[in-house]
């Protein structure tokens, strides 16, 4: 495949608004897409890794499994660890012992796709995509920085890098993918057409909290407009034909950290359903891509 013609898939966070995104993955596989590069932010690129990984409903099992375990995702977790989702349990037992992680096929896979997280640079504000090419190396370490709310998370050091949440540099980084050469995107979002973010400002405890990076204050200040402008773009790109846009076909009405499995299940499904009623399209765009 030439470089300008190469397929990238882009992935939005958005917490357990993410469990969408694992529907529409699962139904990718189930119909044979694959692609030539990934980006994900936060939700977007722990449900990511699994379809790299080829593995068909590993996310919503272990969602629906372990979501009513505090060391999952609580605020007991938080004043424990000082990380509302542990890291040795989500990030180390889950994906090693509990329910198994493919750290072969993703390292074989991620040979031939290029595989990026989302991150938010603290010092400078900037955003940083990080390559993965190893989980079981300090790799899963920019998977778990790209994942890491602010406020309720540490700040992951990352190879001389302080790294947080994804999604406050850049949620939706379809920029970034075709500066890199993928000249035909699939983004998933997980937000439904007409969504506009608003303007809001940065509250006292985020400013004490960070008061050391004022640049990334600065940023999650700037969040709503940077947002806003990448929606712009993918509408761009969708009406020259260059972008597939997949999201919600109803308003997911789901708070970050929900915690109801019948209300995480039904997200699930409208991922799959969206994906099944746009599936012909979509093989009808990639036969151009």
């Known amino acids: 495949m030439m470089n300008d013609k190469r397929l990238g898939l882009v992935l939005e966070g958005g917490g357990m608004r993410g469990v969408y995104t694992a529907g529409v993955l699962d139904e990718f596989l189930e119909n044979g897409i694959k692609v030539d590069g990934l980006v994900g932010v936060s939700a977007g690129i722990l449900h ?87 989980l079981a190396t300090d790799d899963i370490d920019a998977v778990r920085a790209s994942a890491s709310l602010p ?83 993918c509408a761009e790109m969708e009406e020259a034909g260059d972008a597939f846009i997949i999201q919600p076909s109803r308003d997911l009405k789901v708070k970050r950290t929900e915690k109801k499995i019948e209300k995480i299940k039904r997200i699930y499904k409208l991922g799959r359903f969206d994906a099944q009623n746009k599936m012909e399209e979509l093989k009808r765009f990639l036969e151009n891509a």
């Open 48 to 134: 990511g890794i699994s379809y790299i990984s080829e593995q068909y409903g590993r996310n919503i099992r272990y969602i629906i499994k372990y979501r009513s375990n505090p060391r999952f995702m609580s605020a007991k977790s938080y004043f424990k660890t000082g990380n509302i989702c542990e890291t040795e349990f989500c990030y180390h037992e889950i994906p090693e012992k509990l329910n198994k992680f493919d750290y072969d096929k993703f390292r074989e896979n991620a040979k031939e796709v290029e595989v990026y997280a989302g991150c938010t640079n603290l010092e400078n504000g900037k955003a940083e995509y990080v390559r993965i090419y190893d």
């Open 151 to 233: 406020l309720v998370s540490e700040i992951v050091e990352y190879r001389g890098l302080k790294l947080q949440d994804g999604g406050n540099a850049d949620s939706i980084p379809l920029k970034f993918m075709m500066d890199k050469g993928f000249k035909k995107n699939i983004v998933v979002l997980t937000r439904p057409k007409g969504y506009v973010k608003k303007n809001s400002k940065t509250n006292g405890l985020m400013k004490a909290f960070y008061k050391e990076y004022p640049r990334y204050i600065e940023t999650a200040e700037n969040r709503a407009e940077n947002y806003n402008a990448s929606l712009k773009l």
